[in-house]
């Protein structure tokens, strides 16, 4: 079981740039969640993807949007990119309800 | 407005000893907690959990604690190993609807030898 796989590993984009990041969740699940992680602070929940429509959103711009394809697999879409979104993406999957989040290693995003 | 506070960023502990790490939480409608581990370079993995219809669980090493009345968790770790040096992180979930997990910030354990 390969787990949650995300790519890529680290991204240098240049402010104004539009960056995609991709996740494949672990098999047997299929909502997936992405998490912003800035340096010394923990995942902050930016939505949750389920049968490929967004079922909760945590408070980030429009910037940010998402997508969830038949097979699970996921994107994180930023437009704009601003220095303040640099940061660890990270996406997380799970099966039922009331069990754990499974994570990815993360995407380093590092806006310059 | 933090809802999920972990007020001690750093703990220190001696190998074999206890290992106890503390979280906060000030929304009711929180009743499923989860504990995750970090290291550097890699993704949160995921420790032990505790619905709210309980108040302690157990698993090996690792045991958690939960205070309804007063919104206190902590994770107990014994004994403590070197291995165990990472960034842990307390979790939140309301519902328990599968939807958005609330972080703290993170406690770092360094467990010497």
């Known amino acids: 079981d390969a787990g949650v796989t995300q790519s890529p590993t680290h991204l240098i984009k240049t402010r104004g740039q539009q960056v995609t990041l991709r996740c494949s969740p672990k098999?047997?699940?299929?909502?997936v969640s992405w998490y912003q992680q800035a340096l010394g602070q923990g995942p902050q929940f930016i939505f949750q993807?389920?049968?490929?429509?967004?079922?909760q959103r945590g408070n980030f711009p429009d910037r940010f949007s998402g997508h969830q394809f038949p097979n699970y697999s996921s994107e994180l879409n930023v437009n704009a990119l601003l220095l303040g979104d640099s940061a660890l993406y990270l996406c997380?999957?799970?099966?039922?309800?009331?069990?754990?989040?499974?994570f990815g290693q993360g995407t380093r995003l590092t806006v310059v | 407005d933090q809802q999920v506070k972990q007020n001690s960023p750093s703990l220190s502990v001696q190998e074999g000893r206890i290992s106890i790490l503390n979280c906060d939480y000030t929304?009711?409608?929180?009743?499923?907690f989860l504990w995750y581990k970090k290291y550097p370079a890699e993704g949160p993995t995921f420790l032990i959990s505790?619905?709210?219809?309980?108040d302690k669980n157990e698993d090996g090493r690792f045991t958690v604690f939960l205070n309804k009345s007063a919104k206190h968790l902590s994770l107990h770790i014994v004994p403590s190993q070197p291995g165990d040096s990472a960034v842990y992180f307390c979790?939140?979930?309301?519902?328990?609807?599968?939807?958005?997990?609330?972080f703290g910030k993170g406690t770092t354990l360094s467990v010497s030898s």
């Open positions: 997380a999957s799970r099966g039922s309800v009331g069990t754990e989040a499974f």
């Open positions: 098999s047997g699940h299929d909502t």
């Open positions: 993807y389920y049968e490929e429509e967004e079922r």
């Open positions: 929304n009711s409608m929180f009743d499923y």
């Open positions: 505790i619905s709210s219809i309980k």
């Open positions: 979790a939140a979930e309301a519902n328990q609807a599968g939807t958005a997990l609330i």
